[in-house]
């Protein structure tokens, strides 16, 4: 059991936040104009009608006017509390179609057990989503744990990338080419141009992290710290809970995220180009 089994998992119960028809129905019916909008407004609701600057860089890997097409234009169709009624709305809607039978009381118990030892000093998005109110219903409240973990866990990602002064495009670039990502995928998903992507190829060049379409030793190297840090920051919530209890996390929300892996394609592979049928399945 690695800090990866358990991202897994909780990031594809998130996952029903964005990709499923639900969602997108929710978003549209609010009046917002597009899936990006929707997408912007739910997820940064909990920080309040906040500008795009704010969101570009706790998200990091947009491009900032991906950003700024959506906000604050998404605050004038709605105000960040209305997103977050529609967001559970959505997840409710979705996981109660995709999830009917499967008992999930005893997942969320220990999902929000172990959100509650998440550290969230330096975290603003895992921080922002801890403050929400929990729902009472148990697939619910497992997805709002889901949620913060997977923000928590975000951030500490974000400062491992700071840390090792990437640039938004250029720390994309290296993951997608550790990871064998398409680059024209990546850069239509976050909004950067050919001539940006080139921009940020030369300057990893320029470090001896990048060459000929891939990354140089050093590059790799660096991508395995990355990883390590962030898995390293995102392991209090596991400590508190325990390794026994932990386990059983793992084995309980395995057929959950298969079930939704198999029944949605848009979060069947998830943002490390990982098939998650194929890896636990």
């Known amino acids: 059991m690695t800090p990866r089994d358990l991202w897994i998992r909780f990031e594809t119960y998130h996952d029903v936040t964005y990709f499923t028809p639900e969602s997108r129905a929710v978003t ?4 917002c104009r597009g899936g990006w909008m929707g ?7 909990p920080l309040g009608a906040v500008g795009p600057e ?14 700024a097409r959506a906000l604050p234009a998404a605050w004038a169709v709605a105000p960040p509390e ?5 967001r559970l709305e959505g997840v409710d809607a979705a996981l109660r179609r995709m999830l009917p039978t499967l008992d999930v009381a005893e997942a969320a118990g220990l ?6 030892s998440t550290e969230l000093a330096g975290r603003v998005l895992g921080a922002a ?11 619910l409240a497992l997805w709002q744990a889901c949620t913060t973990l997977r923000e928590s866990r975000g951030d500490g990602h974000v400062a ?7 640039a938004p495009c250029e720390a994309l670039v290296l993951f997608g080419a550790d990871n064998g990502l398409d680059p024209a995928y990546l850069r239509t998903a976050r909004g950067w141009d050919e001539e940006e992507w080139a921009g940020a190829e030369a300057a990893l060049a320029s470090r001896g992290l990048f060459s000929g379409g891939g990354l ?7 991508r395995v710290d990355i990883e390590r840090r962030t898995d390293d920051a995102a392991a209090r919530p596991w400590r508190a809970l325990g390794e026994e209890r932990t386990a059983r996390f793992l084995d309980l929300m395995t057929p959950l995220v298969l079930a939704l892996g198999r029944q949605n394609e848009a979060m069947r592979v998830n943002p490390l180009g990982l098939d998650v049928v194929e890896a636990l399945g």
């Open 28 to 31: 549209d019916a609010l009046g």
């Open 39 to 45: 997408y912007f407004g739910m997820r940064a609701a």
């Open 54 to 67: 704010a969101v570009t860089a706790a998200f990091y890997s947009f491009h900032p006017t991906r950003v």
């Open 82 to 86: 209305r997103f977050l009624e529609a």
């Open 111 to 116: 999902a929000v057990a172990a959100a509650g």
């Open 129 to 139: 989503n801890a403050g929400l109110d929990l729902p009472g219903e148990p697939h």
């Open 160 to 166: 491992a990338l700071v840390a090792a002064d990437l």
């Open 216 to 222: 140089t030793a050093e590059g790799k190297a660096l």
